[in-house]
């Protein structure tokens, strides 16, 4: 089980940290990913880290922006996001996956979303 928390309305420029706490997994042997769907659009991907949290991966359009960043104790992922945009409201998704990279289908367990909600 995957359990993303975090979200909330915040104002243009704020900060916000989502996280993600996984149950009933090995966590420390899952790759773990982010994604976001804003209204009308597919989901995209926003940004993965690999089960021993060396390697990191962005979305280009948001590097320099967020982090994601993982406790391996306490079976939890971050997501990191500063210099928020309106472009940034989506529903947040957290996911696991064994081979886990910037693709949905790499990925075999998913969370229910956390929504944030950026305002101008």
């Known amino acids: 089980q995957l359990q993303a928390s975090g979200g909330g309305l915040v104002q243009a420029g704020d900060s916000l940290r989502l996280s993600c706490a996984v149950s009933?997994?090995?966590?420390?042997?899952?790759?773990m990913g982010w994604f976001r769907q804003a209204p009308g659009k597919e989901r995209e991907f926003v940004a993965a880290i690999t089960w021993s949290g060396i390697t990191t991966t962005y979305a280009d359009s948001l590097k320099g922006r967020f982090t994601t960043s993982r406790d391996n104790a306490k079976n939890t992922v971050y997501l990191q996001m500063n210099s928020l945009k309106p472009e940034d409201t989506a529903v947040y998704y957290c996911a696991a996956g064994l081979r886990g990279g910037q693709l949905i289908y790499e990925y075999e367990y998913w969370g229910q979303g956390t929504l944030v909600t950026v305002s101008s």
């Open positions: 009933g997994l090995t966590f420390s042997t899952y790759d």
